[in-house]
């Protein structure tokens, strides 16, 4: 742990240096948590908790993620409880609230707060893992004396920010760490993984709030965001996640306008419009129908020959079926 006097004399001075500030995203927190937040670094005062009435409110509110969330929260806890840290969810205004951590380590990680109803926002902590993330919507990796305040040196915090189905930010998820012997890769390491985790909840979020739409996954697996698209029988888009949005133009948050899921994919080449609908609709039925013209027909409700005049219209020949 760094010396708690000249921890806050660094943070001070780098702070109200506009140069480092305007410079270095871990200067502008710093400067955020003095100046906007009126923060003391060199505070020794206990992590603020809300009552256990307010966390139950707040549980109650996020019951659906949780849910959604905890077999990923155990997941990851396996892959990182052997080095001896904790991961925990927090809501969007950076209170905790879950935790997975060792019977051992309960003790622990009840002294620096990080247990359910502990207030980790950046206005509370200043620059910390949750708070910073969750005030920058980003990765963050806050190792140690990276901290703002000088009691909160020890610990190394991995964040990645959670977006809800409609692109609005929901919480955060947090491996944090105080062992000594932790270095700057290894965190790196537990980052990457954080990020996975949190991308999947998403992803298992979003398909929860459309149960009947058709989902179309847009990225490739090694993406850092969750790219999905829910998409009705009639491909309308009905929902977007927050990477999708952001790569679609289609807002970052609330209801998107309704457009055609072909649209956003460029698909101009061909038939357009009603005429596009139409052959797709004909390409179904002569598909199921293995190329029978007179089964195809019946399918969609019209005589034989009238489909001959469609297919022709379309420029579908009988050998496309």
């Not at 910390?128 to 990796?141: D, F, K, L, P, S």
């Not at 700057?184 to 739409?213: C, G, H, K, Y």
Request: aromatic letters at 6%; hydrophobic letters at 40%.
């Amino acid at each position: 742990m760094a010396d708690p006097a000249q921890h806050v004399a660094h943070v001070v001075k780098t702070a109200t240096d506009s140069n480092s500030a305007a410079h270095s995203r871990l200067a502008a927190s710093w400067r955020r948590s003095l100046d906007h937040y009126g923060l003391d670094p060199g505070e020794r005062d206990a992590v603020r908790r809300i009552s256990g009435e307010a966390l139950a409110e707040r549980r109650a509110r996020y019951e659906a993620i949780l849910r959604i969330a905890a077999p990923r929260l155990d997941a990851l806890y396996q892959l990182v409880s052997a080095s001896g840290c904790g991961v925990l969810l927090t809501d969007a205004e950076g209170v905790v609230l879950d935790l997975r951590a060792a019977d051992g380590d309960a003790e622990v990680f009840e002294a620096w707060g990080l247990v359910p109803g502990f207030d980790w926002s950046e206005a509370s902590e200043g620059t910390n893992g949750i708070g910073t993330c969750i005030a920058e919507q980003r990765r963050v990796i806050i190792h140690r004396d990276e901290h703002f305040r000088a009691r909160n040196t020890s610990m190394s915090c991995m964040d990645t920010p959670i977006f809800g189905p409609e692109g609005e930010l929901i919480g955060a998820l947090d491996v944090s760490s105080a062992r000594a012997d932790q270095t700057e890769s290894f965190n790196r390491l537990i980052a990457a993984m954080v990020a996975q985790t949190a991308r999947q909840i998403e992803v298992d979020s979003f398909r929860a709030a459309f149960p009947q739409a058709r989902i179309i996954v847009t990225d490739a697996d090694d993406s850092e965001t969750a790219m999905l698209l829910a998409v009705d029988r009639d491909d309308i888009v009905l929902g977007a996640t927050r990477g999708a949005r952001k790569a679609f133009g289609l807002g970052t948050s609330g209801p998107i306008r309704r457009v055609p899921a072909s649209d956003l994919f460029g698909r101009e080449d061909g038939p357009t419009g009603f005429e596009r609908a139409e052959r797709a609709a004909v390409m179904r039925a002569l598909s199921r129908s293995g190329g029978n013209v007179s089964e195809a027909a019946r399918a969609l409700g019209v005589g034989r020959a009238t489909l001959y005049r469609r297919m022709s219209r379309l420029g579908i020949g009988e050998n496309e079926s």
